[in-house]
Nanobody
Framework: QVRLVQSGGGLMQAGESLTLACVAS????????MAWFRQAPGKEREFVAR????????YYATSVKDRFTISAVNAKNTVYLEMNTLRPEDTAIYYC?????????????????WGQGSQVTVSS
């Protein structure tokens, strides 16, 4: 069973930047793409960004496009989410996840492994 271990998170002011990291304990054939999701209180878990291990095809939710950047470092089995110009509506628990799919998939049910979650709180 692959483990995804997250780091980062915290209390931020609107406009600030923060980077989350997700380290995979191993790389397996069923981990072709990685993604970040978030879940705000009382809301469903929503897709944020996705990347495959080639790093060529990142994809973003409309709400974070041009503010967030997802990247992958193969040598470190690590995926990052750089979040810039944070807004109060970005407040949520953020999760990294792995999927076997190479094509773009954005529903949580398509992902089989999850990180432990990182709280990000943005105050105005």
């Amino acid at each position: 069973q692959v483990r995804l271990v997250q780091s980062g998170g915290g209390l931020m002011q609107a406009g600030e930047s923060l980077t989350l990291a997700c380290v995979a304990s191993a790389r397996t054939d069923n981990m072709r793409s990685m993604a970040w999701f978030r879940q705000a209180p009382g809301k469903e878990r929503e897709f944020v960004a996705r990347i495959d291990w080639t790093g060529i095809t990142p994809y973003y939710a409309t709400s974070v496009k041009d503010r967030f950047t997802i990247s992958a470092v193969n040598a470190k089995n690590t995926v990052y989410l750089e979040m810039n110009t944070l807004r109060p509506e970005d407040t949520a628990i953020y999760y990294c996840a792995a999927t076997q799919a190479m094509e773009l998939v954005t529903h949580p049910s398509e992902y089989h492994s999850w990180g432990q979650g990182s709280q990000v709180t943005v105050s105005s």
